[in-house]
């Protein structure tokens, strides 16, 4: 009775799993969930039976619901300025809707301004846990239309309308540590498994195309003496990695201190760096850092990251707010090309859009106002090193600035192409290139007060015997500006004053641009308060000041921009002799000769959007101006932008085809004058267009592919019809086999990167073979077994790193201390010998997370040849291991891409290193067929 019940459940189940894999299926063939106005989006259909399909498209805001495909299963593609932004879904009678959302792509404020958790128009991703997996730790059998969380995050910025920056591209370092044995960037294990995460990054990041900013790896990577020509060899390396497979990416890693280097700073496509403040140094030395990070670049915008405050207690709302905006200042007056904040441990949400909001709304006016060189110049001489001489330089210059100079660092190997009037030399002066006219001067009276300077990490020492009050003074900001303010003082008269004043608590920044003028006046003015020894001192304790000054004058007139909102404007007819600051202000003076006469603004309709042009009459300079665009009352854009230099703006909006036919109003207008302009314009629906993919084989990197196979490379060959597609190729005068997997391939040892040491753990007796035990109430994340390794597989601290033999009983704690129970444990050094003994093939795949080496596809195989790959992921081993990477562009299986079709692309060093692989991927036979006759073709 019992074996007749279970036969009929059993035959039930298997009546409904047949019925719903006989359903027809509508999916998104690349998994995505968000596409840009102006690109494709590729729709596939699937059904048991060739009956004819009809698919509906449903505008969920609107509600209107059209037919946009009638026809035979297969694929087709809504062309790029089809559809309008917001959230659409589709639908086919039997299958499962599926739903997307299509976004302009356009940002609120030109200016690239981030927080990684909070406001801002662009979004910070680490490119980790790729891979499609079932449970487990099993590859995923049917990739089509499926995405990695790795790839969900990629998906879910571009959903919410921001561009992406990728940091830490290959993880090459781990808490600022090389991976390797020693440690060391010259590792050769470690250089060939970075490779191979920037080969692998970029042929997944470049499915998101252009919605990617820049990609770059970890901030501060930690060099030994002998690292730096060996770190600007694997930056140039990664920069030739990536582009190779993705051309238009933008690399761009973070630098600083090292950046100074124009070996790498030079390498960037944009120039990037962080400026630590709080340790050493107060706000205003952000304009230092930035200058002496970019001193190989000086006029070139910097890609920035700023840290927040990193010690002390919470100084409360008022201080915190004062200190925030003078940093945010700061980065405006020192020249971004885009920012994101760090650390902001005490910052609310709230505060953070009161931070930004000023940022995103005067940034794209900043953008337009290029960076000039100065007449004076300080040296920055790869002769000298160290910190003392770096914290002296970033002194010097400070000093300059609140004495009221336009001074640049510049780097002693730009000198034989840089022209100013003065030269200043910090330490001994250094051999100079021929052909260098400018003057040289050392301050050596200023030197000999900076050579006192407090250390950077002072703040952070034990100081005994002194009160709460005085030890926390030493942690204060005012501290640490002390040397700088004093040696303003004793700065003589020199070139290239923008002001004169009766103080140093401010620094200006001065630019100028067509027939205008900027200036940037930030007060850093601080004052200790009052109060008991025994209650500590707040790290940031920013003040009002009066600032009495001799700015010179305007030809025209001026606009004053103040308030730590920047919401303040008024018009001035001459230059004001003095100006009240509130804590951590800047004040913008925006100098013009002549009032403008108004704004020209002029729009048409073109393929998918609308051409928007803006004039500023009667003047050309860059003017901050506020577009937007209407219809029937709803605002679809309001964007923060500026004019150009010459006083001129363009930029398409994209509006998509099905966008209902209205009369739109826009409106232009400037904070500056009170300057508006409106005007209407028709839009006309139009009908979405489609083309149908009915093309028996498709091709991706079809240049590519034919240089590859033009070299006539061995290849083998691994899937279905592989033994007669190899005679073919011999014929050809390849040559070419026909092979198993198991043949030409292995599973990849781990742990793949070893410490320097580990720590192993022996049975006081010796015991027959059994697994290693493990007592306690929280197993710790980090184990892992194989052999009886315990540790992470990639190692993240040495004390990690652990070696149990069999017979040993670990004990582990809650506080995660641990103990061996009838057994000793020591610390070994990591020899040849005990790699071989312990390193073991992999037995569970896993994500990269960051800095944990598990196996991971496709690297967690390895196959020194050169493949040609056959069929789907049923077919064989290493293509299921390749389609479940993520590394190709479209993948393949039984429903897709449908009866006799085919994809063939190329995979830049899968399994190994300098291998490549050629992809022929069908769901049937018919389809591989055809991929073989074109695949011939291409040779």
């Known amino acids: 009775m019992f074996l007749t019940k279970f036969l009929l459940l059993g035959l039930i189940c298997w009546a409904l799993a047949r019925r719903v894999s006989l359903r027809p299926r509508l999916f998104l063939p690349a998994g995505r969930r968000a596409y840009r106005c102006k690109e494709p989006i590729e729709v596939g259909i699937w059904s048991p039976r060739q009956a004819t399909c009809r698919v509906e498209l449903i505008w969920l805001q609107v509600g209107t619901r059209i037919s946009i495909f009638d026809g035979t299963p297969g694929a087709f593609e809504l062309l790029p300025g089809s559809l309008a932004p917001g959230d659409y879904q589709l639908r086919l009678k039997g299958a499962a809707p599926i739903r997307f959302r299509v976004v302009s792509a356009v940002p609120d404020s030109s200016m690239p301004w981030s927080e990684l958790r909070g406001p801002g128009n662009f979004s910070i991703c680490n490119p980790a846990e790729f891979t499609l997996l079932r449970r487990g730790g099993r590859l995923e059998t049917r990739p089509v239309g499926k995405l990695s969380p790795g790839m969900e995050r990629l998906d879910a910025c571009l959903a919410s309308n921001r561009s992406i920056l990728v940091y830490a591209v290959w993880s090459g370092t781990v808490t600022h540590q090389p991976w390797g044995p020693g440690h060391s960037w010259a590792e050769p294990e470690m250089l060939r498994l970075l490779r191979m995460a920037s080969l692998h990054a970029a042929q997944r990041l470049r499915r998101f195309g252009c919605s990617i900013r820049s990609v770059g790896m970890i901030d501060e990577p930690l060099l030994l003496p002998d690292d730096p020509p060996i770190l600007a060899q694997i930056m140039q390396q990664a920069k030739r990695d990536l582009k190779a497979v993705w051309p238009e990416a933008v690399f761009s890693t973070d630098l600083w201190i090292s950046g100074c280097d124009p070996a790498l700073q030079l390498i960037n496509d944009v120039p990037c760096s962080h400026v630590f403040v709080d340790r050493g140094c107060g706000k205003l030395g952000i304009l230092s850092g930035i200058a002496l990070a970019r001193c190989s670049r000086p006029l070139d915008p910097i890609a920035h990251a700023m840290n927040g405050q990193l010690h002390g207690a919470d100084p409360g709302p008022s201080r915190r707010a004062a200190a925030y905006a003078l940093m945010r200042n700061c980065l405006l007056a020192a020249g971004l090309s885009s920012h994101w904040w760090l650390n902001l441990k005490y910052v609310t949400p709230a505060e953070r859009a009161r931070l930004d909001e000023p940022a995103l709304r005067w940034g794209p006016f900043f953008l337009e106002w290029p960076l000039q060189k100065a007449s004076l110049a300080l040296l920055w001489s790869p002769a000298l090193k160290g910190p003392d001489y770096i914290e002296q330089v970033m002194a010097t210059h400070q000093a300059l600035l609140r004495a009221g100079y336009a001074c640049q660092i510049v780097h002693q190997d730009l000198l034989s192409e840089w022209e100013c009037e003065l030269l200043l030399v910090v330490g001994p002066v250094p051999t100079l ?186 003047l050309q300079m860059p003017w901050p101006i506020e577009l937007v665009i209407r219809d029937d009352g709803s605002t679809l854009y309001r964007l923060q932008r500026a004019t150009n230099r010459q006083g001129r703006f363009s930029e398409h909006l994209p509006m998509g085809a099905n966008f209902p036919s209205a009369r739109l109003q826009l409106s232009v207008s400037s904070c500056l004058g009170i300057l508006s302009q409106e005007t209407f314009l028709d839009w006309v629906e139009r009908p979405i267009r489609i083309e149908l993919l009915e093309q028996p084989v498709r091709i991706w990197d079809e240049a590519e592919l034919r240089n590859f196979l033009s070299l006539r490379p061995d290849l083998y060959l691994v899937g279905p019809t592989s033994q007669d597609l190899a005679v073919r190729l011999s014929q050809l005068g390849f040559k070419a086999g026909s092979w198993a997997a198991e043949e030409i391939s292995r599973r990849a040892h781990y742990p793949r990167l070893w410490p320097r040491q580990v720590t192993r753990v022996r049975p006081d007796r010796p015991a027959a073979w059994s697994p290693w035990t493990i007592e306690t109430n929280r197993v710790p994340r980090a184990l892992a077994g194989a052999r009886g390794v315990v540790g992470p597989l990639g190692w993240f601290e040495p004390e990690e790193a652990l070696l149990c033999e069999p017979g040993c009983t670990l004990r582990f704690h809650r506080d995660g201390r641990w103990r061996v129970v009838g057994g000793r444990r020591s610390l070994e050094n990591v020899t040849p010998d005990l790699r071989k003994e312990w390193s073991v093939p992999w037995r569970r795949l896993g994500r990269f997370t960051g800095h944990r080496l598990q196996p991971q596809t496709p690297e967690c195989w390895e196959c020194h040849h050169h493949l040609v790959l056959l069929g789907d992921s049923s077919s064989n081993v290493l293509m299921g291991a390749l389609q479940a990477s993520e590394l190709l562009p479209r993948t393949a299986q039984s429903d897709y891409p449908g009866p006799g079709r085919a994809f063939i692309s190329l995979a830049w060093s899968p399994f190994s290193l300098g291998y490549q692989a050629v992809v022929v991927a069908a769901g049937d036979l018919q389809g591989l067929e055809a991929g073989r006759r074109r695949l011939l073709e291409l040779t």
């Open 433 to 618: 290139p021929v052909g260098f006219r400018g003057k040289v001067l050392r301050l050596e009276q200023l030197e000999a007060l900076l050579s006192q300077l407090p250390r950077r990490w002072q703040p952070f020492q034990r100081l005994d015997g002194l009160s709460a009050r005085a030890r926390s003074r030493f942690c204060t900001t005012w501290f640490m500006d002390l040397p700088c303010r004093q040696a303003a003082e004793l700065v003589p008269d020199l070139q290239g004053k923008i002001f004169t004043a009766d103080g140093f608590e401010v620094v200006g920044e001065s630019r100028k641009a067509g027939e205008g003028r900027l200036l940037c006046l930030l007060n850093g003015y601080e004052e200790l308060p009052n109060g008991p020894e025994d209650e500590p001192v707040p790290v940031y304790n920013h003040a009002p000041w009066t600032f009495h000054a001799k700015i010179p004058d305007s030809e025209g007139l001026t606009f004053l921009v103040e308030g730590l909102q920047m919401d303040r404007i008024s018009l001035l007819h001459q230059t004001p002799e003095s100006l009240q600051f509130e804590p951590g202000e800047m004040k913008l003076l925006v100098q013009a000769p002549r009032l403008p006469s108004g704004l020209r603004l002029a729009a048409h309709v073109d393929s998918g959007g609308i051409q928007v042009e803006v004039e500023l009459l009667g």
